[in-house]
């Protein structure tokens, strides 16, 4: 992995179009290089779901990223700059969690003055209705915006249908 970033970062925060603030090149970023680590106190994930609860909520925003099945890292309490880079679904940027630490990476070529951007990729746990793809809408602009934060849905498995498969054996036996 690259290099841990140089203070200052090589972003300024301010007004965006895809969502309240966010972070813009201040400067060419190369392929590859790490940008920011993304930090804040960490918690347990009842805490988190206890301080922010979605539901109650009228729209999603908190600054939460989890980095294990027992952490939090809630950017609100201590957190840096890094909690202002916004969602998209065709992102420049990428969160890599190196021992349960957040790292934001360039993942291709960012040009100064372009807007930084990870997929958020909320999971998913089956159970999502159409109030929650609302709550966790996108508003990225991207030509392949999948209409959420949430991660990608898993495409559903092809059934194999058995009598199908016996009648392909039975002709393989003849």
């Known amino acids: 992995m690259p290099a841990r970033p140089a203070v200052p970062a090589p972003f300024k925060i301010r007004r965006s179009a895809i969502a309240g603030r966010g972070a813009f090149a201040t400067r060419d970023i190369k392929k590859g290089e790490c940008l920011i680590e ?45 909690r202002f880079i916004n969602h998209s679904c065709d992102p420049n940027c990428e969160a890599v969690i190196e021992q349960r630490r957040v790292f934001i990476y360039a993942r291709k070529p960012i040009l100064s003055g372009a807007e930084l951007a ?46 199908a498969a016996r009648h392909t054996e039975k002709k393989k036996a003849r």
Not at 70 to 81: E, M, P, Y
Request: a positive charge.
């Open 118 to 163: 990870y997929d958020y990729g909320y999971e998913r746990d089956g159970t999502e209705t159409a109030e929650d793809e609302a709550r966790y809408a996108c508003r990225c602009g991207a030509k392949k915006c999948r209409g959420t934060i949430l991660a990608p849905k898993k495409p559903a498995k092809k059934r194999v249908h058995h009598a």
């Open 38 to 82: 993304y930090v804040g106190q960490r918690i347990s994930h009842p805490v988190a779901d206890a301080k922010y609860d979605d539901e109650s909520m009228k729209s999603h925003h908190t600054f939460l990223f989890s980095v294990s099945s027992r952490t939090v890292i809630d950017a609100s309490v201590g957190g840096n700059d890094a």
